[in-house]
């Protein structure tokens, strides 16, 4: 199959990219590398030794997008592209509302000319906002949500399951993720936040890698095991292994289905910083600060319905994906700008 693959060049993206191309399918990557890096494409060949079709350009660009999809016309898209940080959506939110729709809408339009009508679209636990208790079912959501980026994600679940019950020809997937971390095993492709990062997984392992002095745990007296966040933190592989299992659900069906993809298990701030520091051999230090605004005490998936109707379940464990986030982080203390270093420097996975 020939899969068009929007932000593909960003973190889950270009891990899907590799997944898909491991597998035989035709890779079109486009990008308008607001938020990652060429070098990431080339890392993706580097992996696979395929080189997977890229053109640099906004989505929003809607001429240049018909253009592409003139070119190579693919069989289904995986939506990826799209502005993620929820501060940034909150300063502004004007921006990340025109952005995250205006983007979809030519990418919909778009697939309607070249009658395209497979998708899936990443979308976000977030849409579950969190006035419900924890492992959250597909049927939870999506509900208003605390912050402009989730609620984008809401509009988009719903403007898509408009477009599919109007035209039955269409099929979409709505994957909500929980938290992804880790990294492919070569340690050539991985998460690079630009900035201080927000997330806990990179801000640990710049900690660990001496970039930034300690971790600060935001609060430890939530009603949990060890009074620190539970989340649901998912290898980025077994994400895009979900991503490969709704294509065929696509192949197969028409409509529209949301699915978690998650591991079902909760893992504290806690024990996530004591499973990098077994993976990297090194003491994070770590304070206990304060609550962050709009923090949940819990939330992870049920993952029955992606198990039963994909066939996908996530295979690895926290300590595969702080072992991968780690060799990722060491080999690349500057992300994909440390480009100079060989390619195949890397530790075995
Ligand atoms: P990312 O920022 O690494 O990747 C997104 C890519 O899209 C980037 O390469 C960026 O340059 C590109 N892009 C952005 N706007 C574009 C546009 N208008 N035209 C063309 N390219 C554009 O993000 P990610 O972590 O890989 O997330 C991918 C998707 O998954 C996003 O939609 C995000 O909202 C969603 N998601 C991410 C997480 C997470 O924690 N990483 C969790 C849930 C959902
Ligand atoms: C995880 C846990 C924090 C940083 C966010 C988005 C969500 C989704 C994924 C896109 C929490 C704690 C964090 C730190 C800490 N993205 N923490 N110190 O908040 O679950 O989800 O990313 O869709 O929409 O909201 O992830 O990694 O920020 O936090 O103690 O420096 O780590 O309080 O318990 P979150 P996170």
Known sequence: ????????????????????????????????????SAEAIRRITAITGREPLFRQLDLRDEHLLDEEFAANRPDAVIHFAGLKAVGESVAQPLRYYAHNLDATFALLRTMEAHDVRRLVFSSSATVYG???VAPYTEDDGPIVSTNPYGQSKAMLERILSDVAEADPRWSIALLRYFNPIGAHPSGL???????IPNNLAPYITQVAVGRLDEVTVYGDDYDT???????????????AAGHVAALSWLADNTGVRAWNLGTGVPTSVLELIAAFEAASGTEIPYRVG?????????????????RKELGWEARRTVSDM??????????????????????????AP
Do not use: K
């Open 1 to 36: 199959m020939r899969i068009l693959i929007t932000g593909g060049a960003g973190y889950i993206g270009s891990h899907t990219a590799v997944t898909l191309l491991d597998r035989g399918d035709e890779v079109v990557i486009v990008d308008n590398l607001s938020n990652s």
């Open 290 to 306: 304060g609550r962050r605004a709009g923090d949940l005490a819990s939330a992870w998936a049920d993952v029955s319905r992606a």
């Open 322 to 347: 702080a072992r991968h986030s780690w060799n990722w982080q060491r080999n690349n203390p500057d992300g994909f700008a440390t480009a100079a270093r060989p390619l195949t420097d890397g530790d």
């Open 189 to 195: 492709i991985g998460e690079d936040p630009n900035g």
């Open 130 to 132: 969190g006035g419900q």
């Open 225 to 239: 095991a060890d009074g620190t966040g539970e989340r649901d933190y998912i290898h980025v592989d077994d994400l």
